[in-house]
C-alpha cells in the first residue's frame, strides 16, 4: 500500500525538475514562465524555482536562422505572428531559455514602448515588419543597461542550433 502512495510523488517530483522538455534532450526551446511571477521575481529567483508553462513559446523549429554574433533569429511566420500576438506589459514577461530539459537562463519579454530600464537579457516584442527578425538583447533599452555576466553565448546553446543547422 505504501508503495502506491509513494509513485505519485515520485512522478510528480520528476516532471517538476524536467520543466523544459522539448521532443529531444538536446532541442532548444523558450519557455514563458506562468503569470504567477513577476519579471522581477523570475530574475531575482533560482530558475530552477520558476513554473513554466507546458509548451514552449518558441523551438528549434520556429527558427529559420540564429546569428550567434548578434543574437538575431529569423522565425517562420507562424512563430513570429505568436510573438506579435503576447500580451507583454510594461515591466516584461518572464521566460526561460532551455536545452533539452536543461535550464539555461532566464530572461523576459520586453514592449518597446516601455520606459523602464531592464539589466538582463530581453526579447523585444516583434511589432510588425516583414523579415520576421527577432533579436535577444542584453539590457533594455540598449546594451549598456546589461549587467552580470552575459549568457546568450551559452555552449550548449550554440550546439543545439548548430546541430539543428540553425546557426549562421
Given at each position: 500500500?505504501?508503495r502506491?502512495?509513494?509513485?505519485?510523488?515520485?512522478v510528480?517530483?520528476?516532471l517538476?525538475?524536467?520543466?523544459?522538455s522539448?521532443?529531444?534532450?538536446?532541442?532548444?526551446?523558450?519557455?514563458?514562465?506562468?503569470?504567477?511571477v513577476?519579471?522581477i521575481?523570475?530574475?531575482?529567483i533560482?530558475?530552477?524555482?520558476?513554473?513554466?508553462k507546458d509548451?514552449?513559446?518558441?523551438?528549434v523549429?520556429?527558427?529559420?536562422?540564429?546569428?550567434e554574433?548578434?543574437?538575431?533569429?529569423?522565425l517562420i511566420?507562424?512563430?513570429?505572428?505568436?510573438?506579435q500576438a503576447?500580451?507583454?506589459p510594461?515591466?516584461?514577461?518572464p521566460f526561460?531559455?532551455c536545452?533539452?530539459?536543461?535550464?539555461?537562463?532566464?530572461g523576459?519579454?520586453?514592449t518597446?514602448?516601455s520606459s523602464l530600464?531592464?539589466?538582463?537579457?530581453?526579447?523585444?516584442?516583434?511589432?510588425?515588419?516583414d523579415?520576421?527578425l527577432?533579436r535577444?538583447e542584453?539590457g533594455?533599452?540598449?546594451a549598456?543597461?546589461?549587467?552580470?555576466?552575459?549568457?546568450?553565448?551559452d555552449?550548449?546553446i550554440m550546439?543545439?542550433?548548430?546541430?539543428?543547422g540553425k546557426?549562421k
Amino acid at each position: 500500500m505504501t508503495r502506491l502512495l509513494i509513485w505519485p510523488i515520485v512522478v510528480g517530483a520528476l516532471l517538476c525538475l524536467c520543466g523544459c522538455s522539448v521532443g529531444q534532450q538536446n532541442e532548444f526551446a523558450i519557455y514563458l514562465a506562468t503569470q504567477d511571477v513577476t519579471t522581477i521575481e523570475a530574475m531575482a529567483i533560482d530558475i530552477q524555482h520558476i513554473t513554466l508553462k507546458d509548451e514552449p513559446v518558441l523551438t528549434v523549429d520556429d527558427i529559420v536562422s540564429y546569428s550567434e554574433e548578434w543574437h538575431e533569429i529569423i522565425l517562420i511566420p507562424r512563430a513570429y505572428e505568436r510573438l506579435q500576438a503576447l500580451k507583454v506589459p510594461v515591466t516584461g514577461r518572464p521566460f526561460v531559455v532551455c536545452v533539452g530539459n536543461e535550464r539555461i537562463y532566464a530572461g523576459a519579454f520586453w514592449t518597446p514602448i516601455s520606459s523602464l530600464l531592464f539589466d538582463g537579457v530581453t526579447i523585444w516584442q516583434p511589432l510588425g515588419g516583414d523579415n520576421r527578425l527577432i533579436r535577444i538583447e542584453f539590457g533594455y533599452p540598449s546594451a549598456g543597461y546589461g549587467t552580470g555576466e552575459d549568457p546568450r553565448s551559452d555552449e550548449r546553446i550554440m550546439d543545439a542550433l548548430r546541430r539543428a543547422g540553425k546557426l549562421k
